[in-house]
């Protein structure tokens, strides 16, 4: 976890002052210590703030908390303004719509495990977004020490994404004209996006384009141009690949960026983990439920452990999903056949490729180097010279979506 940086940001502080005056908390001290280390969130400042005062009822009180909030440092490289607040808002949307159909529908029907924390409140003034949310730590849990997941990680993490995206399988026949209403436009990955990036985000692509194609420059010459191939249309193939309407009548309400810290997992006495929260939910769309598996399979795991464990955890997966729609009295077998979940594999695979081509330095990056340092030119071609694990990933992982014909 991050070391105790404070933080002065006095916005937060104000925030925090008008929150006790409406808890009616008395004499109130604030402690803000920044809440991840430097590698690892570019959208997002989260905070862990401590707040001690004097209840109504005259006991002391402690509360913990996470304050996320739109950066003030300079990220303008990577994300416009205009498109952080769009994630705070999916992320606002989340907590304010989508858990609460979610709760209502299965209340009835088996209930929902909420792995999500609580939303306490919320700061929605243009430019000085802020959510507070619950804090975590105290009830033991943690991010994983390491960003690439090994087997019982992805196992247990795979299994919470199954009992999650069955809820929308779920809502979907429970509680259809509710279910309308989770049916998010996409946010990130647009014609209309693309066409207005800035020429400094379009060469940030580049240059990570170029570092993969070194990464394959001694492999059979059929990887280099099935990966040439796939860039032709990238976009396009992104675009398609978030597409709901693609994935139906099988689409769910996914997390969207489920990579290895936005979770936190809490660990038995042998260290094993046993517990799964998920946080960050800021580009939760709508769309194929393959989309979230085939992310942490490809931009957060070696290929060894795809190797090993690839059919045993999509096995584990579906069986997570089938008990929790079984549980609810419907048949798993028609929402969502393991067939089709198959099928959807190959189909929307293609979407870890662009994934892995945005995202894998930044998982395999040591926490030394800056977000916004992590695409510069000179650092990643260091990187693709002397850093084997990176070089290793990149190439492993493209050789193995490309040797399942996802692209």
Known sequence: MASEKIVSDERLYDYLRTYTKSI????????????????????????????????????????????????????????????????????LFFYKEVLPIFKETLKDRGGIIDRFPILYDVSE?????????EDLTPQGFVMATSKILDYPHLSLALRCLGEFHAYSFITRVADPISFEKLKMKEHLFTQKLYDNSEDKQKNMLKVLIDVIFQALANEDKHYIERYQRFLENMMSNMIDAVDGKAAEPYAVVNH????????????????????????????????????DIVYMLFCCCTQETRSKYFDQVIDEYYEALSRCIERAGYDPNILFPYEVLIQHLTKFGKYAAGMATYTIHIFTNNNEIEIKDTYDSGILQERIENDSFYKSMLRDTFKDLIDRNYI
Not at 69 to 88: A, H, Q, Y
Not at 125 to 133: A, F, R, Y
Request: proline share 3%; hydrophobic share 35%; net charge negative.
């Open 24 to 91: 009616k908390l008395s004499a109130p001290k604030f402690h803000i210590t920044e809440g991840t280390n430097k590698g690892d969130n570019y959208v997002s400042l989260v905070c862990r703030a401590t707040i001690e005062g004097i209840a109504e009822d005259g006991e002391d009180e402690k509360i913990q908390l996470i304050l996320k909030t739109t950066r003030t440092l300079d990220t303008d490289e990577m994300l416009t303004s205009s498109r952080v607040t769009d994630m705070f808002q999916r992320e």
């Open 256 to 291: 969207g960026d489920s990579w290895t810290n936005n979770m936190l997992f809490k660990y038995d006495q042998e260290n094993n983990p046993c517990d799964l929260r998920f946080i960050d939910l800021q580009i939760c769309r709508y769309a194929s439920p393959v989309l």
């Open 125 to 133: 003034e243009s430019n000085k977004e802020i959510l507070m949310l």
